[in-house]
Nanobody, 127 residues
Framework: QVQLVESGGGLVQAGGSLSLSCAAS????????MGWFRQAPGKEREFVAA????????YYADSVKGRFTISRDNAKNTAYLQVNNLKPEDTAVYYC????????????????????WGQGTQVTVSS
């Protein structure tokens, strides 16, 4: 089992920034590929960003490319999502997810590939 706790959400004006964190416990964090997803009211949960177990490979949804940065610190058992130049359409609950994997280079972009999820952190962007 992997337990995940997100933090760092809040209310910000358009153009602003936030730093989201995802603290992991349970199985070794360094054995997990990580992903960030978001869900706006009335919408499906959608992929935002992913990072491989070793941190070498990352991937982003087109809607956030160039504005969001995913990273991880395996020594701190924490994944991060730096969100810059926020837009009102970025308003959502942001979730981190984990998947145990042998590969150090593979990342996962489908929510069905992640068995472990945090409770989410709300990001609200005002115009």
């Amino acid at each position: 089992q992997v337990q995940l706790v997100e933090s760092g959400g809040g209310l910000v004006q358009a153009g602003g920034s936030l730093s989201l964190s995802c603290a992991a416990s349970g199985r070794p964090f360094s054995n997990c590929a990580m992903g960030w997803f978001r869900q706006a009211p009335g919408k499906e949960r959608e992929f935002v960003a992913a990072i491989s177990r070793g941190g070498y490979n990352t991937y982003y949804a087109d809607s956030v490319k160039g504005r969001f940065t995913i990273s991880r610190d395996n020594a701190k058992n924490t994944a991060y999502l730096q969100v810059n130049n926020l837009k009102p359409e970025d308003t959502a609950v942001y979730y981190c997810a984990a998947r145990l994997t042998i590969s150090s280079t593979i990342y996962y972009t489908d929510k069905s590939q992640y068995p472990y999820w945090g409770q989410g952190t709300q990001v609200t962007v005002s115009s």
